[in-house]
Structures are given as structure tokens and as C-alpha cells.
């Protein structure tokens, strides 16, 4: 499965310490278990002056040390995400076609900034449902058509994350019924709805897995279950990652069905969580 990360604070920052000087920080994630490793791509997220930038890569991030370094210290900012990825295959099609730029992670669209952890195992019948917006698709990854799917329903709906995230598990729900029997190999239609989102003001984290997902255990510490994320609060900063990054800070998991979001008011970082 990819790993996710997320940073929000009060003062422009880069997220170093987590991305990759923590015992089990992203990059450290991405190599510590050889046969888990996070191999297909990368990439940063971040924004500038309230303009989104991003920057990916195709190429494993442990075979990229000096350009992950220096991506993650340019992204000095109080909004950064990154996404290592595990490359999902649905469709079944050779691996190669899956490993390109337009397929790894984050994507952006206008302010939005999105990655995602899981496997969509219905991404054509989800493309069907986009609409013009399908036309968007530029990869093979099936989290893109996820992607898009929340960007529709905020532009075209002016819906709310939370509301987007909800009508996209039902719409995955309904296509199921639909379209099951032309699915005899698939037992439901996802894997893992994890995911981190920003607009340029507010950073949230969702956590979605069934109980029989998170048999396997975090990457690094091996010490929770391999699909609940985990966050840390302080003040100043606010801080997500598919499983901590160090043993020192506060850490508290993101159990599956709530949704984080945290923002700055008063010159602090304040969050909720909520159960969608």
C-alpha cells in the first residue's frame, strides 16, 4: 500500500523531519520492509503564496535520495503533502503502463491537492459515472478516478470534502450492485479509502478500510494495524502519515470512518474529527 503524509502549521515549514530524518519517516517507509517496498513514484505537494506546486516523480524515492532532499526542502510552506507509492493494479494491465509521471501521486486541480492509499477496484464504471469530467483522466491509476470524482462534486455541487467523500462511497456502493456479476474475481469494490486533501487553507485526513484490511501491520514500528493513519497536534503544527514517524511525539491513530481537518485561527493549529 502507498504512504501518505500531510503538514499543516502556523508559520511556513518543511516537513524534513517527518519525510526524512524520523526513524520511520516517509522515506524510511519506503524501504524498510523489502518486501513492501514503495517503489512506483512520488511526489510533493505544497503551496505557495496560496498557489498549489507540485512536484513528482516516476522513479523509486530510495533510488532518488538527493532530488526527494531537495524537493522537501524547497517545499517550505505551511501546507505539504506527499503520497510514495505502491502501485495498485485493477485492471490488471502490465506493470510498466502503471509507472509514469501521470500516474503518480499527488494529483491537483485548481487549489486541490490529493493522494490516496487503497485500491478503487471498479475505476472504469467510476470514470462512466464522471461524466465530461472523465475526459480528465490522464493515467492508468485507479486513485485518480477517485480524484476526480471529489473535484466534480465540489465544483459541479459546491459540495463540502466531507460530502464529496460520502457521495463517492455511495456512488462506488451503488456501481457495485450494478455491475458485480461482470466482477466474478472481485469481492468488493474497494480497498482502503485513505486519503489526504487540501483546498490551501484547511489540511484533512480520511481513514476508510474494512476490520480484514488492516490484518497486515505498519511498515516501520509494526505496532498498529497497516491501514490506520496516524496524527500529531501541537499548537504550531499539525501532522499526518500513514503510520508515526518517531516514538517521541504525541501520536493518536485515525481510526477508519473519521476525518480529520485541522486549520489555523488565533495564531494556533485547531482541529476535529468526524465520523462520515
Known sequence: MCRLFGMLSVQPSTGRKYLLEDPCSLYAQSKVDPKRLQGDGWGVGFYVDGAPRLIKSEKPVYREYERFTSVV?????????????????????????MISIE???????????????GVIRIP??????????????????DSEVYFWYVVKEM???????????????KTLSDLWAE?????????????????????????YAYAKYEERDSAS???CFKDQPGLQMSYMVTLDRLIVSSEKTNRED??????????????????????????I
Open 103 to 117: 500516474n503518480s501521486q499527488p494529483f491537483m486541480y485548481g487549489r486541490y491537492i490529493f493522494a490516496h492509499n
Open 217 to 219: 501491520r505498519s511498515l
Open 250 to 275: 504525541p501520536w493518536q491513530p485515525l481510526r477508519s470512518g473519521e476525518l480529520l481537518t485541522g486549520w489555523v485561527s488565533n495564531g494556533r493549529v485547531n482541529i476535529s474529527i468526524q465520523r
Open 179 to 203: 455491475h458485480r456479476e461482470e466482477h466474478p474475481n472481485v469481492d468488493r469494490p474497494y480497498v482502503g479509502l485513505n486519503v489526504v486533501f487540501s483546498d490551501g487553507e484547511r489540511l
Open 124 to 141: 472504469d464504471e467510476v470514470i462512466a459515472s464522471l461524466g465530461d469530467w472523465g475526459s480528465k483522466v490522464r493515467g492508468l491509476n
Open 73 to 97: 526542502e524547497a517545499a517550505c510552506s505551511r501546507i505539504v503533502l506527499a503520497h510514495i507509492r505502491s502501485a495498485s493494479n485493477p485492471r490488471g494491465l502490465p506493470k510498466e503502463k
Open 155 to 169: 465544483e459541479e455541487r459546491k459540495a463540502t470534502f466531507p460530502e464529496a467523500i460520502k457521495s463517492f462511497q
